[in-house]
């Protein structure tokens, strides 16, 4: 099973993915999390970013899951390809070989969580701490979710003490998430 929390930065996503990975390991579930590639890229990210940057943390991120997905029986990604396309898209517009891809990729989630955007950034020293730039971002999320009414489950903005609880029960509730993790 695949698990991806989605939105711009600084919203959450870690921390969601963090204590979605907690709580099913306590469950006794084998579970990954691959973490934000964009943090590792050897490349300028952010408004000061490339398309070989872009690129690279695109095809880092399907290299992250399938790895990931080999060894465990639950992948809990923070981010998607599709968040790492929006960005792309942002900087340099539309990359139709790129974008054909990521929509085929895209198939390989089993849950997606959009994190909403509270139009704060939590500073981090690595994200861009630009509320227009983020809300942009998010702004480009929407529209690529849209585009190809990709299922997608929207965490409530005021309801963030309880996103866990709501994340994990529909993660226990799923098809694959009840003939795997119970």
């Not at 991806?4 to 919203?11: E, K, M, N, Q, S």
């Not at 934000?36 to 952010?46: F, T």
């Not at 981010?79 to 517009?93: E, H, I, K, P, T």
Request: aromatic share 8%.
């Amino acid at each position: 099973m695949k698990v991806a929390f989605i939105g711009t930065h600084g919203v959450g996503k870690t921390t969601l993915c963090y204590e979605l990975a907690a709580a099913l390991k306590r469950d006794g579930v084998h579970v990954d999390i691959v973490k934000e590639v964009a943090r590792l890229s050897p490349l300028p990210i952010n408004q000061k970013t490339s398309l070989e940057a872009q690129t690279w943390i695109f095809t880092t991120q399907m290299a992250e899951e399938i790895r990931s997905a080999s060894q465990h029986d639950v992948v809990v990604c923070d981010r998607s390809v599709l968040d790492n396309y929006a960005y792309m898209v942002l900087a340099f517009g539309r990359q139709l070989p790129i974008e054909r891809f990521m929509h085929h990729w895209m198939k390989s989630y089993d849950l997606l969580f959009k994190v909403p955007f509270s139009g704060q950034i939590s500073e981090d020293g690595v994200r861009d701490t630009d509320t227009f730039f983020a809300k942009a971002v998010d702004e480009m999320v929407d529209r690529l979710l849209a585009e190809r009414a990709l299922l997608h489950e929207r965490l409530e903005p005021h309801a963030r003490p309880v996103w866990i609880e709501r994340v994990r029960h529909v993660v226990m509730t799923h098809p694959k998430g009840q003939k795997r993790l119970i």
